[in-house]
């Protein structure tokens, strides 16, 4: 048996988790809505605020563990959302936001410029 698929989703307030033939699962919450379709072998189970994935046979550990991780990430990112952590270390190494224009300062001759892209945000 899996040690991570065996371990129940909890649900929480106001994110609404449904589950529709095929295993196709879709989390709604504050931040948007997450579908995703998942493997038929797994059998999702859904009980008033707590999702447990099962396995239809004993050879699919690593799938329900998948599945399970699977379902957990939608539920953060439709609740927290997602973020990325960059560390910029070195002397004379500089990050600077400007309006949406992020300008790295990382040693070329040159400082490298980005723009965030549409649904994103870079901070420094």
């Not at 929480?12 to 931040?31: D, Q, R, S």
């Not at 797994?42 to 009980?47: E, L, Q, S």
């Not at 239809?56 to 799938?63: F, G, I, P, R, V």
Request: aromatic residues 2%.
């Amino acid at each position: 048996m899996s040690r991570i698929g065996k371990k129940p989703i909890t649900i929480p307030a106001g994110v609404e988790v449904t589950i529709a033939e095929g295993n196709l699962v879709t989390v709604k919450g504050p931040k948007g809505t997450l579908v995703k379709q998942l493997h038929p072998a797994m059998v999702i189970n859904k009980n008033a605020d707590v999702v447990t994935v099962e396995m239809k046979d004993e050879s699919q550990n690593a799938l329900q563990g998948l599945t399970r991780t699977l379902i957990n990430n939608m539920v953060i990112g439709v609740t927290e959302g997602y973020t990325k952590t960059l560390e910029v270390n070195g002397v004379g190494y500089r990050a600077s936001k400007s309006g949406k224009k992020l300008t790295l300062n990382l040693g070329y001759s040159h400082p490298v410029e980005m723009e965030d892209p549409e649904g994103l945000e870079a901070v420094v």
